[in-house]
């Protein structure tokens, strides 16, 4: 995974702070916790941090890691759309309510009706909601040196991951300080083929003080529609995890050939040498 940021922010009228970060996407077969996309880290009231990817044709998943640097509420968010819609990284969300207040009082029954098919219709995307079509997360914190699954949107309704995935869509973990990882993924009814861009978008607390923006490039296998088979390094010039069982295959093989052959050759000896 190779990664740039910017040497410069841009403040904004708030006082905010931007930052802008690149990554590369790694394909596929490596694929991994150890190969997570580092977004850095975050605490409470500190920053807002997004990621703006794309599942591709030979990407099944994505997995980014974030460090949480005190306790308090954690809130992700994630969204299907395109990386050129750039008003898609602002937070609408007061936009957003400030115009339902507006119709509940201009038309009170429209509202109303708005809102009820509005549910149903939320409800049967699922956690996500229809911002999240054809996108499923799990969300994973590190604990005692293990990714252990604390929230997925695919969990059954009555468990607690689910519960807890509910919670952090909302707003309303209340995560402890530590390592997370993130995983996206398509949806178990969507298209493999077809592309999905996203972004991703998490926080602590009610407001921040720099706005970090990680915009994921498409590995070299996407770029040249090619799906990877066994890499033999990654970036950092350490094994990926499938090369390395794979190297471990083949020396077990390699052992057995040579304990046949030598078998062989005893026996071919004693034969040769026996007086019966």
């Known amino acids: 995974?190779?990664?740039?940021?910017?040497?410069?922010?841009?403040?904004?009228?708030?006082?905010?702070?931007?930052?802008?970060?690149?990554v590369t996407d790694v394909n596929d077969v490596d694929e991994s916790f150890a190969n997570a996309r580092d977004l850095g880290y975050m605490r409470l009231n500190y920053a807002r941090v997004s990621a703006i990817g794309n599942l591709a044709k030979y990407d099944t998943q994505d997995i980014y890691k974030i460090q949480v640097q005190s306790n308090g509420k954690l809130t992700i968010g994630l969204?299907?759309?395109?990386?050129?819609?750039?008003?898609?990284?602002?937070?609408?969300?007061?936009?957003?309510?400030?115009?339902?207040?507006?119709?509940?009082?201009?038309?009170?029954?429209?509202?109303?009706?708005e809102q009820e098919e509005l549910k149903k219709k939320e409800e049967a995307y699922g956690l996500l909601g229809s911002a999240g079509e054809g996108l499923q997360i799990q969300v994973y914190m590190v604990k005692n040196g293990r990714e252990v699954l604390v929230g997925d949107s695919t969990a059954d309704v009555d468990s607690k991951e689910y519960a807890n995935m509910e919670k952090i869509l909302n707003g309303e973990y209340r995560a402890q300080k530590g390592d997370y990882y993130i995983k996206i993924s398509r949806s178990e009814d969507f298209d493999s083929r077809e592309e999905v861009p996203y972004l991703l978008q998490i926080k602590q607390g009610e407001t921040y003080k720099h706005d970090y923006v990680t915009t994921e490039q498409a590995s070299d296998d996407t770029k040249n529609n090619k799906k990877s088979t066994v890499p033999m390094t990654n970036v950092n010039g350490t094994l990926s995890s499938v090369n390395a069982l794979a190297i471990q295959a083949q020396r077990y093989q390699t052992a057995a050939q040579m304990l046949e052959v030598g078998y062989l050759n005893m026996a071919n000896i004693y034969n040769n040498n026996s007086k019966f």
């Open 1 to 22: 995974m190779v990664s740039s940021i910017s040497s410069a922010t841009n403040v904004d009228d708030n006082g905010v702070n931007h930052w802008e970060k690149t």
């Open 79 to 113: 969204r299907s759309g395109t990386e050129s819609d750039e008003d898609s990284v602002l937070d609408l969300s007061e936009y957003e309510a400030k115009l339902n207040e507006l119709k509940k009082i201009t038309d009170p029954e429209g509202y109303a009706k």
